[in-house]
């Protein structure tokens, strides 16, 4: 019988050395799960450029304090930018809203003023500005500019939308009576509207002031305006003056309007003066069509009745008249000029009626001499403006509409009228037998210069007559003519004075003369009684008949 021996085995005993690795794994796999559960999410951002950035080193700040790290940055996929992943902590993950925002902070100069400089020692880093929108987002678009205004910020965002070069720049104040109350955040162009399209934020309280009725104009640099009404100077303030800016204000004789919401648009003016001319909403176009220059007539021009202002010139081009009228040889020679008038300047009623009321009158106007034109406002800028006004017997002209707008009738200004004048008195000059007139007097004046040259002559011959010896001695010898002339009338003098033989000879032949003019008187006396004594003698005494004698 075989005996069965039991086996005799020690039983195994746990080795102290596998505490150390056992509690090590324990503690790795605790961290592990601790830094799961804490890790903060990863984050997309996506850049133009990386400049600045780096993996691994560029942190993410919120605030000045650290909140996340690069972890690594690619070119995406249509390579025209770059996608930064970084790694947001945990307790900071409730700053990744929709609205949240990111941008590199690094050396900047702009508008606003130099930014970054501590990032000169330090490095560039990622700014995040927290949002009020949901949270959970993990993809971003960063920015390439700081915003101006933080996210948050109490205050009213407005849209500025422009037509013209009035545009502004991104960091320009905005201004309310000098004072600045907010910044132009941004300035892009609209492609499908054509239009510049600026975002302002005004800051709170000032937001309050913004209303329906609230007009905003450009005030960038100095404003210096030469027009119709003189040279004006104008600027807002001395930090408008260096880098620009905008201005709001509400215009003259208009309520207050109602309160706005945030990201309302409204129209940015060119400037203060254009603002009056918004007061109103309701305006109408005209057509006017002068024959004469419009030199110095600009756009923004007024269009005064007796000197109120009832609108303003709104352009001058070809444009305006249809292409079939658009021929040199074609009646319309004529320059185009539409203006923008408002009912409302003179009714003082804004409404679509008065519009209506206003093409009536207008027509009625015309047809009792209303007419158009230009007038200079400044000697010294050339300006000009456009007045309306009734005119004596001016031609006739009836309402008629061109392309769709009204035209109203125009007269030559009064400097137009003394140039047609002068144009009329040179064609009459012109027209006047000038040839044969500047002939005629060529040949007088020939003729004038030949007897001025026998002048000439005689003069020339004088002097040579003059220049001789013998006429010298002519005074001399005329001297001694005048001498034996006085001796010879002294002799006739003694001859014929009083006690001289002559003289009583002279006297007795003068009483002689006497007598016999006696006799023949008497004898004259005798044949005027008795005529017959020149036949007959008288009778003598003796000779009468004794028969006859007493």
């Known amino acids: 019988m075989t005996e069965t021996q039991a086996t005799i085995s020690?039983?195994?005993?746990?080795?102290?050395?596998?505490?150390?690795?056992?509690?090590?794994?324990?503690?790795?796999?605790?961290?592990?799960?601790?830094?799961?559960?804490?890790?903060?999410?990863?984050?997309?951002i996506e850049f133009i450029s990386a400049e600045g950035i780096e993996a691994g080193k560029t942190h993410i700040k919120a605030l000045s304090v650290d909140i996340g790290l690069v972890k690594s940055v690619t070119i995406n996929e249509n390579r025209n930018g770059v996608i930064v992943t970084a790694q947001i902590q945990n307790q900071s993950s409730d700053l990744l809203r929709r609205d949240s925002q990111f941008w590199v902070v690094r050396p900047r100069i702009g508008a606003s003023g130099i930014s970054g400089l501590s990032t000169l020692l330090s490095g560039a880093y990622i700014e995040l500005s927290p949002g009020s929108g949901k949270p959970g987002k993990s993809h971003f678009t960063g920015l390439n500019e700081p915003p101006l205004t933080p996210a948050n910020t109490p205050g009213l965002h407005v849209t500025l939308v422009s037509t013209d070069q009035s545009s502004l720049t991104s960091?320009?104040?905005v201004l309310y009576r000098g004072f600045q109350v907010g910044r132009v955040e941004k300035t892009e162009f609209d492609t499908q509207r054509r239009q510049v399209r600026s975002s302002l934020f005004i800051n709170a309280p000032y937001d309050d002031l913004i209303s329906s009725n609230t007009r905003f104009w450009n005030t960038s640099g100095l404003e210096i305006k030469m027009d119709s009404e003189g040279v004006r100077v104008q600027s807002e303030s001395v930090e408008s003056l260096l880098i620009g800016g905008?201005?709001?204000?509400?215009?003259?004789?208009?309520?207050?309007?109602?309160?706005?919401?945030?990201?309302?648009?409204?129209?940015?003016?060119?400037d203060h003066e254009s603002i009056q001319h918004s007061n109103y909403t309701h305006t109408t176009d005209y057509l006017l069509l002068f024959d004469s220059s419009v030199r110095g007539l600009l756009p923004g021009a007024p269009v005064t009745y007796r000197g109120i202002d009832i609108g303003q010139v709104v352009g001058i081009s070809f444009d305006y008249l249809p292409k079939q009228q658009l021929h040199l040889d074609s009646d319309y020679k004529q320059v185009p000029v539409l203006v923008r008038l408002t009912p409302a300047a003179l009714t003082g009623e804004d409404s679509e009626q008065t519009i209506a009321a206003m093409n009536q009158r207008l027509t009625e106007s015309i047809a009792k001499g209303l007419r158009a034109t230009l007038k200079t406002g400044n000697l010294l800028t050339g300006n000009l403006y456009i007045s309306l006004d009734f005119l004596d017997n001016p031609p006739a002209a009836t309402t008629r509409h061109i392309a769709g707008y009204q035209v109203i009738p125009t007269m030559s200004n009064g400097f137009d009228q003394i140039q047609n004048k002068v144009g009329q008195l040179l064609d009459q000059l012109n027209s006047l037998t000038l040839k044969q007139t500047v002939s005629s007097a060529d040949q007088t004046l020939k003729k004038i210069g030949g007897a001025a040259t026998s002048a000439q002559q005689a003069l020339d011959q004088l002097d040579t007559l003059l220049s001789e010896e013998s006429t010298h001695q002519l005074p001399a010898q005329l001297t001694t003519t005048l001498t034996e002339l006085r001796q010879s009338l002294t002799g006739l003098t003694g001859d014929f004075s009083a006690g001289s033989p002559f003289y009583r000879k002279l006297n007795d032949n003068l009483d002689q003369l006497q007598r016999t003019l006696h006799s023949v008187d008497q004898l004259s006396s005798q044949l005027s009684t008795q005529p017959s004594q020149l036949l007959f003698s008288d009778p003598r005494p003796d000779d009468s008949l004794d028969g006859d004698r007493p």
């Open 10 to 44: 020690q039983k195994r005993r746990f080795s102290m050395v596998w505490i150390i690795p056992i509690v090590a794994m324990l503690l790795g796999g605790w961290m592990a799960l601790h830094s799961y559960q804490t890790r903060g999410p990863l984050i997309t």
């Open 171 to 173: 960091g320009e104040p």
């Open 246 to 270: 905008v201005s709001f204000a509400l215009p003259d004789h208009l309520a207050a309007g109602e309160t706005v919401a945030d990201g309302a648009e409204f129209i940015l003016y060119p």
